[in-house]
Nanobody, 123 residues
Framework: VHLIESGGGSVQAGGSLRLSCQAS????????MAWFRQAPGKEREFVST????????KYADSVKGRFTTSRDNAKKTVSLLMNSLEIEDTAVYYC?????????????????WGQGTQVTVSS
């Protein structure tokens, strides 16, 4: 699976952005899809995940209620709608694919990664 993120950019605090991740290759519908992010000087951290069959979702506490992830298996895309953005949300955002069918929060669980897209939130 090859993953390409898009939709990053610069936005003022309180604004919104929508990230998209386009997958190529077969069997997208068999992968759990997650978003991770890495801020400057920090380790990469889990943001959200969506299961492949139930479309059930989980979020990091820091983004719960502000971010929403969704997927379209027919189009092989996964999205992350980010509302009420905060300066602390500034990071490179990565989408990732895992063959696991239960919620996975660690990077080691994910087999495929995109190249990342920069999100910058300013005051």
């Amino acid at each position: 699976v090859h993953l390409i993120e898009s939709g990053g950019g610069s936005v003022q605090a309180g604004g919104s952005l929508r990230l998209s991740c386009q997958a190529s290759g077969s069997a997208f519908s068999s992968y759990q899809m997650a978003w991770f992010r890495q801020a400057p000087g920090k380790e990469r951290e889990f943001v959200s995940t969506i299961l492949q069959n139930t479309y059930s979702t989980k979020y990091a506490d820091s983004v719960k209620g502000r971010f929403t992830t969704s997927r379209d298996n027919a189009k092989k895309t996964v999205s992350l709608l980010m509302n009420s953005l905060e300066i602390e949300d500034t990071a490179v955002y990565y989408c990732a694919a895992s063959g696991r069918s239960t919620y996975s929060y660690s990077q080691a669980s994910y087999d495929y990664w995109g190249q990342g897209t920069q999100v910058t939130v300013s005051s």
